[in-house]
């Protein structure tokens, strides 16, 4: 059983910043792609960044320039540092994980959601 838990979410005023962790724990093998995303009130999720297990990074042209996302292999963490964070960043923010939890499966798995909520 793997299990993702995210932490960092708050309350933040515009052009502040956040910094959100998710680490995963469990039978884990491999972990591949590590992403975030959000979704917010009345929308669809979406992906907000991901990165691979060679760390090239991918990011949705609304976060592009403020938006890092990290990842620590021997913590099984991913990390989003959020800089001058908007109003329309509100929303609540997922981990997922593409996972091997043995060498012959595959799982998808997700976190439990974190708010941030920008707001003066």
């Known amino acids: 059983q793997v299990q993702l838990v995210e932490s960092g979410g708050g309350v933040v005023q515009p052009g502040g910043s956040l910094r959100l962790s998710c680490a995963a724990s469990?039978?884990?093998?491999?972990?591949?792609?590590m992403g975030w995303h959000r979704q917010a009130p009345g929308k669809q999720r979406e992906l907000v960044a991901a990165?691979?297990?060679?760390?090239?990074?991918n990011y949705a042209d609304s976060v592009k320039g403020r938006f890092t996302i990290s990842r620590d292999n021997a913590k099984n963490t991913v990390y989003l540092q959020m800089n001058d964070l908007k109003p329309e960043d509100t929303a609540v923010y997922y981990c997922n994980f593409d996972i091997l939890p043995t060498p012959s499966e595959r799982t998808d798995s997700w976190g439990q959601g974190t708010q941030v909520t920008v707001s003066s």
């Open positions: 469990g039978s884990i093998f491999r972990i591949n792609d």
């Open positions: 990165i691979t297990s060679a760390s090239s990074t």
